[in-house]
């Protein structure tokens, strides 16, 4: 089983930077695929970055060019760096770890993000 805690939320004005971070503990991290997903009020969960255990990271079409997913394996931490905030980037951000083939999902408790000035 995984844990997974985000940290890094605030508020911040539009064309600032965050980086969000997402603690894991348990076992084979190495081997789960990790995404940050957000959600807005009113709106659906959406993918916002994977990046797998040994692949390439892929990101939405909304965020390409500005945000940046990395992993550290040793330290258990996935990050999301966000530069060139916009409003509509405002939502909950979630951390999620996915074992392909092995039907394992786990979800942090989220991490609130605010753009406005």
């Known amino acids: 089983q995984v844990q997974l805690v985000e940290s890094g939320g605030g508020l911040v004005q539009p064309g600032g930077s965050l980086r969000l971070s997402c603690a894991a503990s348990?076992?084979?991290?190495?081997?789960?695929?990790m995404g940050w997903y957000r959600q807005a009020p009113g709106k659906q969960r959406e993918l916002v970055a994977v990046?797998?255990?040994?692949?390439?990271?892929n990101y939405a079409d909304s965020v390409k060019g500005r945000f940046s997913i990395s992993r550290d394996n040793a330290k258990k931490m996935v990050y999301l760096q966000m530069n060139s905030l916009k409003p509509e980037d405002t939502a909950v951000y979630y951390c999620?770890?996915?074992?392909?083939?092995?039907?394992?999902?786990?979800w942090g408790q989220g991490t609130q993000v605010t753009v406005s000035s």
């Open positions: 999620k770890a996915d074992r392909a083939g092995f039907g394992l999902s786990y």
């Open positions: 990046i797998p255990s040994g692949g390439i990271a």
């Open positions: 348990g076992t084979s991290f190495s081997l789960y695929a």
